[in-house]
């Protein structure tokens, strides 16, 4: 029995509850096909407990889920044991932090529409301990330098990502104005990587107001294990409804079709980063 599931064991753990009841099963019902107590299908439809390859294509047969593809994205996520970098931090941040970085890991593609910060993957050292200092309740030194050190290793994604910021997120000082420069610095160098492309909203943008979401969109395996991840004040909520990623993919297009092109975004963080 798992004391806490990962927000990717959680995932698998919900796909299955959705095949049981797509099915019109119940949890006895399930449990019977497989010869188990219904505690134990509560168990695995919960995170608690995890399931085998055999168990998991005899309860996808019982469900007459015939989609092959998605049966072998779940058989692999199920068994599935990496050990990523993120474990060392287990412990000794909550546990939203490394399940981004898992997220991350297995993602096929990533998007961020940022409106007042920077996005987490494209910030300097300086910037990012700043957002941390200025955390309430506030954090002692050794657990913002332990966050700062978890933000820069989760920097070396090298899925395809795009990331559209507002103007506001690029002026706001969260520091002061070295550090400030040397964030607009670093987002240009970055917008020159292959794998990387950035957008910028100026403030004299029509069109924004509909789709001012910021939000994380994390590409799956398929496009029904696609995450949307959103940050409130008590930690980030993963986001998986098929009507809510088609709301956001929908919002993401709007974002992105009042944005200026990369090369024209480029041009403006240069020019911001001269005026300071």
């Known amino acids: 029995m798992r004391r806490e599931p990962t927000a990717r064991q959680l995932r698998l753990a919900t796909e299955l509850r959705r095949l049981r009841e797509a099915a019109d099963l119940n949890a006895r019902q399930a449990a019977a096909l497989l010869g188990v107590s219904p505690a134990q299908i509560t168990h695995i439809e919960s995170g608690l407990a ?4 055999k168990r998991l294509r005899r309860l996808a047969s019982h469900y007459a889920c015939t989609d092959e593809e998605f049966i072998d994205t779940l058989v692999a996520m199920a068994t599935d044991r990496t050990r990523g970098w993120w474990e060392e931090y287990r412990g000794l941040l909550p546990t939203s932090f490394l399940d981004l970085s898992e997220l991350d890991h297995h993602g096929s593609f990533r998007r961020d ?3 007042l910060f920077v996005p987490g993957l494209l910030q300097t050292e300086d910037y990012a301990r700043a957002v941390f200092s200025s955390r309430v309740p506030e954090l002692t030194p050794d657990e913002i330098e332990l966050r700062v050190r978890h933000r820069m290793a989760r920097q070396e994604i090298t899925i395809p990502y795009e990331a559209v910021i507002h103007e506001a997120a690029l002026r706001i000082r969260v520091s002061d104005r070295t550090a400030s420069q040397a964030q607009l610095v670093r987002l240009a160098a970055l917008s020159e990587a292959d794998h990387i492309t950035l957008r910028v909203i100026p403030f004299d943008l029509d069109g924004f107001s509909r789709a001012s979401n ?3 969109y994390v590409g799956g395996p398929l496009p029904k294990l696609d995450t949307v991840v959103r940050d409130t004040p008590y930690g ?5 409804a098929e009507a809510q990623l088609n709301a ?29």
């Open 50 to 53: 995890g399931v085998s390859e």
């Open 248 to 276: 956001y993919r929908t919002r993401f297009r709007k974002v992105e079709a009042v944005s200026l092109e990369p090369e024209r975004s480029r041009d403006f963080i240069h020019k911001l980063a001269k005026e300071l």
């Open 214 to 216: 910021t939000m994380t």
């Open 113 to 115: 529409v940022a409106i």
């Open 236 to 240: 980030s909520v993963f986001i998986y």
